[in-house]
C-alpha cells in the first residue's frame, strides 16, 4: 500500500485542498501539541536558568534587580514576545477545546456534529484570542 | 485516446499484404477497412457532437499500464463525454472506452453501488463511479485510481492488501452455543439487529482504507472496513461471550483498533453510509471494558 510507486501528484502533499473538517482538527491538534511540548520546554529552561535569583540578597530583589526580574522584564518590553504570547493563548486554547471534542468522540456523543463541533472550536479560539489582545499588548513599548 | 497508434498499425499491414492474399482474405480485409472506415466516420460525428454540443463532461482520466513501454509514465487523459440527465461518473467513463479508447480501464459490475467494484478517486474524493452523479461535480471531472493502494493498470488497484485485512478478522459469523436440532433458526433480537445493522451494508469497496490516513502509513493496520466487520460480529450477541472475547483479542492488538485517531475520513467517503468511526470508537470502549473489569 504506501510503499506503493510513486505516483507523481497523486500521493503528493498537494491534497490538503481536499481535506475534510476531521482532518483540519487532527492536524492542527498534532501542530497545538507540539507547540505546546516546545513551549514547556523553553519555558523550563528560561525560568530555571533564571532562577539564580533565589540566592541573590533580599535588597536587590526588593529593587528588582535580580536576574528573574530582569529576564522577565527584558521579555515582556518586546513586542514579538506579546505578539507570540497571544500565539500561545490561542493555541492553547484550540488544544484545549479540541480536546473536549476528542473526548466526546471517544465516549460516542455527538458523532455525527463532529465537523461542527471542530468549526466551533476553531471560532471559539479567534475569538478568545482577539478578545486577549488588550491584555497582552497593554503597556509594550514598540 | 492513446490506442490511435495500433489501429493505423492494421492498416498499413493489410495493405501491404493486399497483392498476394487469397479472394477471401481480400474480402475480410475489404470489411476490415469499412469497418475502420465507419468507426472513424462515428468517432468523428461523435467529436464532433462534442464540439458543438456545449454539453459535455470533461474528463480527465488517470493513465497508467506498466506492460506497454510509453506508456508507464503516469499521465492524464482528456474525454469530452455528451452528458444526459442522471449520468453518472461511471457511465461516462464507459462511454469515453466504448467510444473512444477501449483501452481504458476500470473495474465495474452491478452499475448500482451493491457490487462495490468502482470505487474511485473522483475530483479528490474516494467515491463510487455508479453512485456519483456528474451534475453534482465541478468540471472537469478528475478521475484517478484509489490512492494508497498500488494501480494495477490506470484506474484499477491491487485490492489484495485491503482483502487480506478483512479476512483477518474473521468477517462470518461464529458461535460456540449452537442450537440442539441442527436446523433450527438462530434468531437475533430486534434491537441487536437495529445496532449492528448500518454495520452489515459494507460492500468491500474500499474507498475507507483508501481514505484513512493511519492505513496509508501503517500496512498492518486493519482499516475501518476490518473494523466494522469486527464491529459487526463482535456486537451480535448470538455468537456468546467467549467469542466476544476472542474477536476483541484481535482488535485490540497494536495494529487494531488504537490505531484510528478519529479523523472521519472514511466516515465522509463510505458509500454505503456506515457510521465507521463510531464502530471504530464503540470497539474501543468495549475493549476497555473487558481488560479493566472495574465492576
Not at chain 1, 479540541?98 to 455527538?110: A, H, K, Q, Y
Not at chain 2, 463482535?234 to 467467549?242: F, V
Request: charged share 25%; glycine share 6%; proline share 3%.
Amino acid at each position: 500500500m504506501s510503499q506503493s510507486y510513486n505516483r507523481g501528484r497523486i500521493e503528493d502533499f498537494g491534497r490538503w485542498r481536499e481535506f475534510s473538517a476531521g482532518m483540519w482538527a487532527w492536524i492542527f491538534h498534532k501542530f497545538t501539541g507540539w507547540v505546546l511540548i516546545g513551549y514547556l520546554f523553553t519555558h523550563i529552561a528560561v525560568l530555571s536558568t533564571a532562577l539564580t535569583a533565589a540566592n541573590a540578597d533580599p535588597s536587590t530583589i526588593a529593587a528588582h534587580n535580580d536576574v528573574y526580574t530582569q529576564t522577565i522584564r527584558a521579555l515582556e518590553s518586546l513586542l514579538v514576545v506579546r505578539i507570540l504570547e497571544v500565539g500561545l493563548l490561542a493555541v492553547a486554547v484550540f488544544h484545549i477545546l479540541n480536546g473536549i471534542r476528542l473526548l466526546l468522540v471517544d465516549l460516542g456523543i455527538g458523532l455525527e456534529a463532529q465537523d461542527r463541533s471542530f468549526y466551533a472550536s476553531l471560532v471559539l479560539t479567534g475569538v478568545i484570542a482577539v478578545a486577549s489582545v488588550p491584555t497582552f499588548l497593554a503597556g509594550v513599548t514598540f | 485516446m492513446s490506442t490511435q497508434q495500433p489501429e493505423t498499425q492494421e492498416d498499413d499491414e493489410s495493405e501491404g499484404e493486399l497483392e498476394t492474399t487469397s479472394p477471401a482474405q481480400q474480402q475480410r480485409l475489404e470489411k476490415k477497412r469499412q469497418r475502420a472506415a465507419a468507426r472513424e466516420q462515428r468517432e468523428a460525428e461523435a467529436a464532433e457532437r462534442a464540439a458543438a454540443d456545449e454539453n459535455t463532461v470533461h474528463l480527465k482520466v488517470f493513465r497508467y499500464d506498466p506492460e506497454v513501454e510509453g506508456k508507464q509514465e503516469p499521465r492524464f487523459d482528456d474525454f469530452y463525454v455528451p452528458f444526459h440527465k442522471g449520468m453518472t461518473v461511471l457511465d461516462a467513463l464507459m462511454y469515453a472506452r466504448d467510444n473512444y479508447d477501449s483501452s481504458l480501464t476500470f473495474r465495474h459490475s452491478c452499475r448500482q453501488a451493491i457490487c462495490g467494484s468502482d470505487a474511485l478517486f473522483i475530483n479528490g474524493s474516494q467515491r463510487l463511479g455508479c453512485q456519483t452523479q456528474v451534475s453534482d461535480l465541478d468540471d472537469p471531472v478528475r478521475v484517478e485510481p484509489l490512492p494508497h493502494q498500488e494501480v494495477v493498470k490506470d484506474l484499477v488497484v491491487d485490492m489484495e492488501h485491503f482483502y487480506d485485512q478483512m479476512e483477518a478478522v474473521e468477517p462470518y459469523f461464529q458461535t460456540d452455543d449452537l442450537p440442539d436440532d441442527e436446523l433450527e433458526e438462530q434468531h437475533q433480537t430486534r434491537e441487536n439487529r437495529e445496532k449492528v445493522k448500518m454495520s452489515t451494508r459494507c460492500i468491500w469497496c474500499g474507498a475507507c482504507m483508501s481514505s484513512c490516513n493511519i492505513a496509508a502509513g501503517d500496512n498492518q493496520y486493519l482499516g475501518p472496513a476490518a473494523l466494522n466487520k469486527a464491529y459487526r460480529f463482535a456486537m451480535d450477541e448470538r455468537e456468546g461471550a467467549d467469542m466476544k472475547q476472542r474477536r476483541l483479542e484481535i482488535i485490540e492488538q497494536e495494529h487494531g483498533v488504537w490505531r484510528c485517531q478519529t479523523q472521519f475520513s472514511c466516515t465522509e467517503v463510505c458509500p454505503k453510509d456506515i457510521p465507521l468511526t463510531e464502530h471504530i470508537q464503540a470497539l474501543k470502549r468495549e475493549a476497555v471494558k473487558s481488560n479493566l473489569k472495574f465492576w
